[in-house]
């Protein structure tokens, strides 16, 4: 079994190292690398002397007591030579030799994956814009990945699981630790909706450096990283400068000059990272790719929500401007009014609403026509199309078309 041979010489190495990049480079396995240890001169050149010693010496005794344990634990193991091995990861420096996780790891290749971090200490303003910006995130078909810390972590995490979507934990230190204390349930959701990773075996106790190693993992199993709201010196601001080693795409949430726990935002915006002004902010950077997945998911999300009632914006704002009726006495039964060819017109909509479905009104059509008539981008004509259709107001048609 190969996981056996990898557990053993990520023991010796330590995680993190610049000498799995060797590893790999020089195309051997820890196979290989254990089997022959006293003829693998070249590999040895420039390393230290311990480590040498260690590479030569060890057995694999602490990495079968290690490999049961996370059977027991019911811990899966994925090492550089599996299929599965997340793609993002394999030209990562240094490169992880193996993960540890639970959960669903195919999930770790999901294409449309963000990344979002935060500080631990945050604003409440900048709680809710983790909680909400992830739910969109997730309307979208994006799966959030974070770092299960308290704080803008565990806002970013719950949001994405309360809209039914994929959140993804990696974590700074084994997965049968309880840290932190205060996220045990939403460790546990996560494993069981999504994914829990970490670099970390078993048995591995949190230290402050391993943080920073972990950060490499977070910011380069997604397409780019959203720092919510982070203070200045925050570990957010490192897995940011992750993301720029790895050529990911960074972003962040505007804040203002006396929000102490967003300073860090606002020197990432004066370097040049992406402000996001709105979902969109992000959205519209992979649309061009992932459109067609991103109108998949927002129709998916379409079902889920009327099966559970939920109100769009519009609805709500439709809903505070209707005044309450008061209740009739009489019973009498009023003659019911001819159907009309068309939901009425809402009062009070909002216009580009209102444009869209007189528009409509014509004849039906394709999304892309639409979108050209009036004059507003495909991902946002198409968020305005789904509430338009929870609303009863719009029809979609196979197609990508859409009519009153």
Same mark, same amino acid.
């Given at each position: 079994?190969? @996981?056996?041979?990898?557990?053993?010489? $990520?023991?010796?190495?330590?995680?993190?190292?610049?000498?799995?990049?060797?590893?790999?480079?020089?195309?051997?396995?820890?196979?290989?690398?254990?089997?022959?240890?006293?003829? $693998?001169?070249?590999?040895?050149?420039?390393?230290?002397?311990?480590?040498?010693?260690?590479?030569?010496?060890?057995?694999?005794? $602490?990495?079968?007591?290690?490999?049961?344990?996370?059977?027991?634990?019911?811990?899966?193991?994925?090492?550089? &030579?599996?299929?599965?091995?997340?793609?993002?990861?394999?030209?990562?420096?240094?490169?992880?030799?193996?993960?540890?996780?639970?959960?669903?790891?195919?999930?770790?290749?999901?294409?449309?994956?963000?990344?979002?971090?935060?500080? !631990?200490?945050?604003?409440?303003?900048?709680? *809710?814009?983790?909680?909400?910006?992830?739910?969109?995130?997730?309307?979208?078909?994006?799966?959030?990945?974070?770092?299960?810390?308290?704080?803008?972590?565990?806002?970013?995490?719950?949001?994405?699981?309360?809209?039914?979507?994929?959140?993804?934990?990696?974590?700074?230190?084994?997965?049968?630790?309880?840290?932190?204390?205060?996220?045990?349930?939403?460790?546990?959701?996560?494993?069981?909706?999504?994914?829990?990773?970490? &670099?970390?075996?078993?048995?591995?106790?949190?230290?402050?450096?391993?943080? *920073?190693?972990?950060?490499?993992?977070?910011?380069?199993?997604?397409?780019?990283?959203?720092?919510?709201?982070?203070?200045?010196?925050?570990?957010?601001?490192?897995?940011?400068?992750?993301?720029?080693?790895?050529?990911?795409?960074?972003?962040?949430?505007?804040?203002?000059?006396?929000?102490?726990?967003?300073?860090?935002?606002?020197?990432?915006?004066?370097?040049?990272?992406?402000?996001?002004?709105?979902?969109?902010?992000?959205?519209?950077?992979?649309?061009?790719?992932?459109?067609?997945?991103?109108?998949?998911?927002? $129709?998916?999300?379409?079902?889920?929500?009327?099966?559970?009632?939920?109100?769009?914006?519009?609805?709500?704002?439709?809903?505070?401007?209707?005044?309450?009726?008061?209740?009739?006495?009489?019973?009498?039964?009023?003659?019911?009014?001819?159907?009309?060819?068309?939901?009425?017109?809402?009062?009070?909509?909002?216009?580009?609403?209102?444009?869209?479905?007189?528009?409509?009104?014509?004849?039906?059509?394709?999304?892309? &026509?639409?979108?050209? !008539?009036?004059?507003?981008?495909?991902?946002?004509?198409?968020?305005?199309?789904?509430?338009?259709?929870?609303?009863?107001?719009?029809?979609?048609?196979?197609?990508? @078309?859409?009519?009153?």
């Amino acid at each position: 079994m190969n @996981q056996l041979y990898w557990i053993w010489l $990520q023991q010796i190495l330590g995680c993190g190292s610049p000498v799995a990049d060797r590893v790999v480079k020089q195309g051997l396995s820890a196979k290989e690398l254990y089997e022959n240890r006293e003829q $693998q001169l070249p590999f040895y050149e420039g390393l230290e002397a311990d480590l040498v010693k260690k590479l030569k010496e060890s057995s694999l005794e $602490q990495a079968e007591a290690l490999l049961r344990r996370c059977q027991k634990l019911g811990i899966w193991v994925m090492t550089i &030579e599996d299929e599965d091995y997340p793609e993002r990861l394999r030209n990562i420096c240094p490169l992880p030799l193996l993960l540890y996780g639970k959960g669903e790891r195919s999930l770790l290749n999901r294409k449309l994956l963000i990344t979002m971090v935060g500080s !631990r200490e945050c604003s409440k303003a900048g709680a *809710h814009m983790a909680y909400d910006l992830a739910q969109d995130m997730v309307q979208y078909g994006f799966g959030v990945v974070s770092g299960l810390a308290m704080g803008i972590d565990s806002y970013c995490h719950t949001g994405a699981l309360e809209m039914g979507g994929l959140t993804i934990g990696v974590a700074a230190c084994g997965l049968d630790r309880n840290y932190p204390t205060g996220n045990t349930e939403l460790r546990r959701r996560i494993a069981e909706k999504g994914v829990l990773v970490s &670099e970390y075996p078993p048995g591995m106790p949190v230290y402050p450096g391993n943080f *920073h190693v972990r950060n490499r993992i977070l910011s380069a199993l997604s397409l780019g990283t959203i720092v919510v709201e982070a203070r200045r010196g925050s570990g957010a601001l490192i897995t940011a400068d992750h993301a720029l080693e790895q050529g990911r795409d960074v972003f962040a949430v505007p804040t203002h000059l006396y929000n102490h726990c967003g300073m860090g935002n606002l020197q990432l915006l004066a370097q040049g990272a992406t402000p996001v002004i709105s979902p969109e902010s992000v959205v519209e950077e992979y649309s061009a790719i992932y459109g067609d997945t991103m109108s998949t998911a927002i $129709q998916s999300r379409l079902a889920i929500r009327r099966e559970r009632g939920w109100k769009t914006k519009l609805q709500q704002e439709r809903d505070a401007l209707t005044p309450v009726q008061p209740e009739k006495k009489h019973t009498k039964k009023t003659p019911a009014k001819p159907k009309e060819e068309f939901s009425p017109i809402p009062e009070g909509l909002d216009p580009s609403y209102e444009k869209i479905l007189h528009i409509l009104e014509e004849k039906p059509l394709h999304a892309e &026509e639409l979108a050209s !008539r009036c004059g507003m981008e495909m991902q946002e004509l198409l968020v305005m199309l789904s509430e338009l259709e929870i609303d009863g107001l719009v029809k979609a048609y196979p197609g990508k @078309q859409f009519g009153r």
